[in-house]
Each structure stands twice: as C-alpha cells, then as structure tokens.
C-alpha cells in the first residue's frame, strides 16, 4: 500500500512562502500521477496542484500563479512550493495519487497526516 509522509508547512505571514514536501512509499513512484490536495475547517478537501507521470502541471484557479508542484523520481517526493500566501490558504495539506492526470483526477491512496499550513499576521 502506498503511503504518504507530509512536511514543510507552519505559521507564516501573508505574503510570505513556504515548500511543502511529500515522501511517497514504493518502487514504482515514477508511474504515479500526483497531487496535492488542502482542507479548510469545515470544508471539503479540496485539489490544488497536479503533476503528471510527464511532469505536466495543472493548478486550481485559486492558487494558479502563486503554487508551483514538482517532483523528484529519485527521491520519491513530491513538492508544492508555495509564494504570496494568503489567509485564505490556511488548511491541511495533503498529496496522494491520482487515479486520473487531471484537476478532477480521484485520489487513489490512502490519506496520510499531512501538514498544517497557516497563513496570519
């Protein structure tokens, strides 16, 4: 089964940046399609940035300009870079695999603890 360790969020100010890390258990992490997803208190959990087995990316309207995803076969870890955060960005960030390389794409792993990010002066 695969499995997910998040890493890299914390308390920062508006404006400010953080890189968010995702180690991935197993052999085959080229072949996975990736994203990372977030989830707000009391909302759903939402995709926020895809990175395909071609290292192709896709963003959500909302961070589009701001989140750069990106990978490393060789370390099996999955990046999110994160500049001109926002309050509104404040949640639970968390990557898995996606059954389909696109902004709809399911998720297909299980969920791991993912890491708090909170955006506030």
């Known amino acids: 089964q695969v499995q997910f360790v998040e890493s890299g969020g914390g308390l920062v100010q508006p404006g400010g940046s953080l890189r968010l890390s995702c180690a991935v258990s197993?052999?085959?992490?080229?072949?996975?399609?990736m994203g990372w997803y977030r989830q707000a208190p009391g909302k759903q959990r939402e995709l926020v940035a895809i990175i395909t087995v071609g290292a192709i990316t896709n963003y959500a309207d909302s961070v589009k300009g701001r989140f750069t995803i990106s990978r490393d076969n060789g370390k099996n870890t999955v990046y999110l870079q994160m500049n001109n955060l926002k309050p509104e960005d404040t949640a639970v960030y968390y990557c898995?695999?996606?059954?389909?390389?696109?902004?709809?794409?399911?998720?297909?792993?299980?969920w791991g603890q993912g890491t708090q990010v909170t955006v506030s002066s």
């Open positions: 197993g052999s085959i992490f080229s072949m996975y399609n």
């Open positions: 898995n695999v996606l059954q389909e390389p696109t902004m709809r794409g399911r998720p297909f792993g299980s």
